[in-house]
């Protein structure tokens, strides 16, 4: 195989998230936080891309442009809006997207928790409570009808950087400027592990194979930044990584590098920066988390299940993703068993405390209309696909 091409049978899709694209998610935690005093989000969600209407729309747009492969999300707080009151409309919305994925010869591949839950679960201990653990596999058991017929379904979405998110919350309200992830808040980072392994427990045997979502980064070090690196890679990575070590599969979610010198986490070069928390513009970064993530994991399915850059400039995402998918192609001729590629995002969308400013999509969204308007980035992918491989 040479570097430029993919196994037989591998995916390439796009993916997108419940509450980034969905709109009008009124009953969830981040809802709630958009609307508080002093929201350290930049704008409201709101109607986000409307496509929880306009879904049969999107999925048109991934299947036109030859992909195979669409990843979207359960928004729990739909489909138990309060505790025990479970809303079977909503959950029958979802069957549609999948059968509707299915139907345009598109692997579905769904998350059962992408980082929002429930205001009533907030309420009551959130990830951290005694009873969610419980709570989750009750979820889990009742939209068992979505996911047993999904090709893949994530757990939860990047605990790692779910387990993050207090400290850069923390670091937004002191009005701190965040650049890079910080170490996760260890308690919640056990808690999340703890509620991936009661996940699982619901899942294996009932579905086609299941596993978590982390985000991957390539750890570099800086003269004297060793050990600091080898720390923080420990804590933000390799804990989950053996947690993951007896699922089906991991997911990986890759956008940038992390470097450390000896006073830890250095800020990259003004000029490398890219729109989303300054993060390091390094597409080779796919590969080595990847072909690391294989190493610490031997034989482990791995798909990439978010890669790609928040940019203006459609030819630069093209360069980079282009970039991105060489060292991949890289990882997979390593020995690295990869078994599919799914950009983020399909569209423009929200982007948490972001707001709408970074664009990630490789279509675009008229804010006031929510017309859809293909880039050539998705133009240039299906081809890729189509190909299986790199021209």
């Keep these: 195989m040479t570097a430029a091409q993919f196994p037989e049978g591998f995916l390439w899709g796009a993916a997108t ?33 409307d496509s929880w209407h306009r ?23 739909r489909i138990e809006p309060e505790e025990g009151e479970f809303s079977r409309a909503a959950l029958d919305h979802y069957r549609r997207v999948l059968d509707g994925c299915r139907d345009r010869g598109l692997a579905p591949v769904v998350t059962l928790v992408h980082f929002t839950q429930p205001r009533w679960l907030l309420r009551d201990g959130g990830w951290t409570g ?9 979820f889990a058991e009742y939209a068992l009808p979505v996911l047993a017929d999904a090709e893949y379904v994530c757990t939860l979405n990047e605990p790692n950087l779910m387990a993050a998110q207090p400290v850069m919350g923390a670091m937004a309200m002191r009005g701190e400027e965040i ?30 194979a299941a596993g978590m979502t982390l985000v991957g980064r390539e750890h570099l ?29 991991l997911g990986l979610q890759v956008y940038t590098a992390a470097r450390f010198d000896g006073g830890g986490l250095v800020a990259p070069a003004p000029e490398l920066q890219t729109l989303a928390h300054g993060m390091e513009r390094r597409p080779q970064a796919l590969g080595a988390a990847v072909a690391r993530a294989a190493e610490v994991l031997p ?20 360069a980079f993703t282009r970039d991105a998918l060489t060292s991949l192609a ?18 423009d969308n929200f982007e948490w405390m972001l707001g709408y400013r970074p664009t990630f999509g490789l279509v675009a969204v008229d804010r006031r209309t929510f017309a859809r308007t293909p880039k050539p980035s998705l133009i240039w992918l299906g081809e890729v696909a189509r190909r299986n491989g790199l021209a």
């Excluded at 005694?130 to 009750?138: E, F, I, S, V, Y």
Aim: charged share 30%.
């Design 17 to 49: 998230a419940a509450h980034q694209v969905e709109g009008g998610n009124v009953n969830n935690d981040h809802w709630e936080a958009e609307h508080s005093p002093h929201s350290p989000f930049a704008e409201p969600s709101g109607d986000a891309c």
């Design 130 to 138: 005694q009873k969610t653990g419980d709570r989750l596999a009750r």
């Design 330 to 347: 890289g990882a997979v001729e390593g020995g690295a068993d990869v078994r599919g590629y799914l950009h983020w995002s399909l569209l």
């Design 55 to 77: 879904w049969p729309e999107d999925l048109d747009l991934v299947a036109g442009a030859g992909l195979t492969a669409y990843r979207f999300s359960l928004e729990w707080s």
């Design 299 to 318: 034989g482990l399915p791995l798909l990439v299940t978010e890669n790609g850059i928040a940019t203006a400039d459609d030819d630069d995402r093209i």
């Design 221 to 249: 070090a800086e003269p004297g930044g060793e050990e600091r690196m080898r720390e923080e890679r420990a804590a933000f990575e390799d804990q989950f990584l053996e947690v993951a070590r007896d699922d089906d599969f």
């Design 179 to 208: 650049r890079g992830l910080p170490r996760p808040d260890q308690g919640v980072a056990e808690a999340l592990l703890g509620l991936h392994g009661r996940a699982m427990d619901v899942l294996r045997g009932n579905v086609r």
